[in-house]
C-alpha cells in the first residue's frame, strides 16, 4: 500500500462540479489500495477576491490580519472536499495548516515552514480516512495562522509528503504536465514525461510558473518524487526526482520564457569600488527582487550597469535607482520594459561544451539581438527584445533537437 | 474607563462601506475613553451563500466540515474590521473563537460555551488594543472547531462581556431597538427605552427575533446588561438589564407576533394515560421543537389534542404524528399552516389580575377566534387564524395603551 500526497490548485477546485470530480479521483485512488492525503488551494479566484475586498475595506493591511483573512480560502475548500468525498463514500477528514501541526516561522504573509508534526494526519491515515488539509498556512512559533506566499499549497503538499514519508507527491493542476516550452508561444513544445529536481530549479528561477521554487527545493532537499498532472484530464504527467539524465537524454529539458522582468540601465557609472554594492543593498533592502546583472567596465574608466526586475517592483525600484545615480554620480538612468528572458535549462549541459556557442549562433541567425547573458552550471538565460521572442524561442526549441516528438528513455520511476 | 463589548450582526457589517462605518464608531467609542471588544457575525449573506455552496457540492454533509466551514464567514469580518480600524489609525488585533478560548462542548452546529477563557483578549486590552473576536464559533474540548448555533454571535458577546466583567453589552442590529411590536404588522409601535431580562426571554420565545434566546438566557444568568442599538442610526437603543419594572411602568411590555408555526390536530384520541407521552417523546428524539399544546378532554372519553411546531419541522412531524394516530388509534390528524401566534408579554402581568380576560374581550370585539392558549407568569400566548394576525395585533397594542407614545418613567442605567 502506497501514501500518496495529492494537491490541487485553484482551478482543480474552482466550482461543485470540479470538486466532485477532484472527490472521484481521490476516491478511484484510495479504493485501489492507497492511502491518500489531499492538499487543496482556495476555490478559483477565491483569494483575489478576498484580497480585493480587504483593498476596498482599508489601504492599511496588517500582515497578521491579512494572514487570517486568506487562510479561510484554503479552509472553505478543504470542508467541500471532505463533504463531495462523503457524498462518494469515502471517510474524510479535513485538517487546518494548524491542525496538521505546520510550524512555521513567525514571517506573516510568506512564512518558511520549520517543522511538519502531522500527528493527526497519521492518526486519521491508520484509521483508513483520507485526510484533506488546508494549503499555503501554518501556525507560528508565536501560535499566529501564517501563510506561506505565492505557491505554498505546493510547499506544503511537499513538505507534507516528505514528513509523512509519502512514496510520491501528484500537484494536480491546469497543465497536463511540464512542457519542453510554454506552448502559447512554441506551438511545437511537448510534454516531459521527466525532469530532475536540479532542472526543475532552474526552470522556475527562470520564469516557469508550473511549480514554485521553494517547492522544489524542498522536494530536492527531502528527495520527494513529484508528479506534475491536470486534473482536467488526469493523464499521467511529468514526473519530478532526483534521477540523473542518462546519456540517451537530450542534452537541453526546454526553453524557459519569461516577460514579466524589465530592464534598468545605470549609464555611465564612475569605475570605483563599492558603487554596485551601493546600488544592489539598497534594492534589496526594499525588497526589489534582483534577477540578471551585468557589468561592463570600458575603457575609459566609465561602466554600464543593467539589471532585470520584477515589473511589479519596478516603481519601488525607479525612486532607490534614481537616488543612488544621481549619490555616486552616475550619467543617468534608463528603462525599458520591452523585453524577454530566454533560458535553456538541461542537465546534461553540465557535460556537453558549446551549448552557450551554439544559442548564440542560433540566435543571431535569426536576427535576435542578445542584450544581456547570465550562466548556471545548467542554464544559460538571454534577454531579448519582448518583439523578437516568439522567433527566438521557437528557434531554440528547433535547433536543439526539442520538437523531434522524441521522448525521454531513461527508466521511469514506477506508478504506485 | 469602562469596558464595552460590541456586537455587529451581518447587516452591519455587509460590505466594505458599512465596515468602515462600524470602525468610525469604534474609534469613537474609543477615543472616549473606553476598552472596547468587537464581536462580529459573517458579511451580510455570505453564511447562506456557504451553506448553498456547502449544497451544491454534497448532500452528505459532516457537521464537523460544515462547522469548519461556515466559520471562515466570522473569520474575514473580523480581518476586514481590524484592517478599516488599522485605516483610522486604532491599533487592533482579531481573535477567531479558538484563540478567545471560548471552549465549547463537543456537539456540532449547536455547541453550548463552557468556559470563556479570554486571556489573550485581556492581554491585548491591557496593551490598549481594541480586539475583534469572530462571533458564532468557539473550539471544543476535543479541540475541534463548533459553532453555536442560530444567534451564536450574540451568544459569544455576551459571554464574554461577562467572562470580562464588561460593563456593558451593544448589540448593533438593522432595527433601532426592542420594539413594543413588530412595526411592519402594528404601524403604531414604537420603541422600548428599556426591558428586563424575563420579558425580553419571554418575547424570544414568543418568537421575537431581534435577540437569540440563548444570549438573553445568559446575559440574565451572569448580569450583563444589553442596549439593543442600530449601526445604521446609532441613536440610543433598548436597555435590557436585571431592572424590574416600577408602578410607573405599562403592565404590558410588548405584542409579540409569530407566523413561523403550524398547527396540528390528532383527533379523538383514546384518553388513555401515557398517550401524550408517546407522541411528544417520538417528536422530541426526532429534534421537533414542539411549542403550545392543548388538550381537552369530551365527555365520551376521546380528547383532541392540538399543538404547533415549526414549520420547518412540519414534514418531519407529520411522518411521526401519522403513525403514532394509527398505533393509538386516533381518528385521524389535521394540519393548519395557516395561523398566527400573538403574545402579550410584560413583566406587570405578575401583580396584575384581569390581563388574560381583557385581551380575549379584545380579541372578541374585534371578531378574531382564539383556536389556542398558552400562558406562563409574564406571558399570554394565543394562535388565531393568520388572516386576523393584523387586527388582532393592532388591536390588542392599541387596548393595552401602547400606541400612546409613552415611555417607562423608570430610571434607566447610566450610559458609560
Redesign the interface.
Known amino acids: 500500500m502506497a501514501l500518496i500526497v495529492q494537491k490541487y490548485g485553484g482551478t482543480s477546485v474552482a466550482d461543485?462540479e470540479r470538486?466532485?470530480a477532484v472527490a472521484e479521483h481521490v476516491a478511484f485512488t484510495k479504493r485501489h489500495g492507497n492511502d491518500v492525503v489531499v492538499v487543496v488551494s482556495a476555490m478559483g479566484k477565491s483569494t483575489d477576491n478576498?484580497i480585493k475586498?480587504?483593498n476596498?475595506?482599508?489601504?492599511?493591511?496588517?500582515d497578521?490580519?491579512?494572514d487570517?483573512?486568506l487562510?479561510?480560502g484554503e479552509?472553505?475548500s478543504?470542508?467541500?472536499v471532505?463533504?463531495?468525498l462523503?457524498?462518494v463514500g469515502i471517510d474524510a477528514?479535513?485538517f487546518?495548516g494548524s491542525q496538521v501541526g505546520i510550524i512555521t516561522d513567525t514571517v506573516h504573509t510568506k512564512a518558511k515552514i520549520l517543522e511538519v508534526k502531522g500527528d493527526r494526519v497519521r492518526e486519521a491515515l491508520a484509521q483508513g480516512k483520507v485526510c484533506v488539509v488546508a494549503g499555503f498556512q501554518g501556525v507560528s512559533t508565536d501560535k499566529e495562522i501564517t501563510t506561506l506566499g505565492r505557491g505554498g499549497s505546493d510547499t506544503t503538499a511537499v513538505a507534507l509528503a516528505a514528513a509523512l514519508d509519502a512514496d510520491s507527491c501528484e500537484i494536480y493542476t491546469d497543465v497536463t504536465g511540464v512542457f519542453s516550452a510554454d506552448p502559447r508561444i512554441v506551438p511545437q513544445a511537448r510534454k516531459l514525461q521527466h525532469i530532475n529536481f536540479d532542472e526543475m530549479l532552474e526552470m522556475a528561477g527562470a520564469g516557469s510558473k508550473v511549480l514554485a521554487l521553494r517547492s522544489v527545493e524542498f522536494a530536492r532537499n527531502h528527495n520527494v518524487p513529484i508528479q506534475v498532472r491536470s486534473s482536467f484530464t488526469w493523464e499521467p504527467g511529468t514526473w519530478v526526482t532526483s534521477q540523473e539524465p542518462s546519456m540517451e537524454d537530450p542534452i537541453i529539458s526546454g526553453v524557459v520564457t519569461d516577460v514579466s522582468e524589465a530592464k534598468v540601465t545605470v549609464r555611465k557609472v564612475p569605475d570605483r569600488p563599492g558603487i554596485s554594492a551601493s546600488l544592489f543593498e539598497q534594492l534589496a533592502e526594499s525588497n526589489v527582487n534582483v534577477d540578471m546583472i551585468v557589468q561592463n567596465t570600458s575603457t575609459d574608466g566609465n561602466t554600464d550597469i543593467s539589471f532585470t526586475v520584477p515589473k511589479a517592483d519596478m516603481k519601488v525600484a525607479q525612486g532607490i535607482v534614481e537616488s543612488v545615480a544621481k549619490e555616486i554620480g552616475a550619467a543617468g538612468i534608463a528603462q525599458d520594459d520591452s523585453i524577454a528572458k530566454i533560458s535553456l535549462v538541461g542537465a546534461g549541459m553540465k557535460t556537453s561544451p558549446g551549448i552557450a556557442a551554439k544559442m548564440f549562433r542560433t540566435l543571431a541567425d535569426n536576427d535576435v539581438n542578445i542584450e544581456m547573458i547570465s550562466t548556471s552550471t545548467i542554464r544559460i538565460s538571454v534577454v531579448v527584445a519582448a518583439a523578437d521572442l516568439e522567433k527566438a524561442a521557437r528557434s531554440l526549441h528547433t535547433a536543439f533537437g526539442l520538437d523531434s516528438g522524441q521522448s525521454y528513455s531513461a527508466p521511469l520511476p514506477e506508478r504506485k
Chains 1, 2 share one sequence.
Do not use: K
Not at 475595506?57 to 496588517?62: E, H
Open positions: 461543485p470538486i466532485r478576498l475586498l480587504a476596498d475595506v482599508s489601504s492599511v493591511q496588517p497578521r490580519e491579512l487570517m483573512l487562510t479561510t479552509r472553505i478543504m470542508t467541500l471532505c463533504m463531495a462523503a457524498g477528514i479535513s487546518t
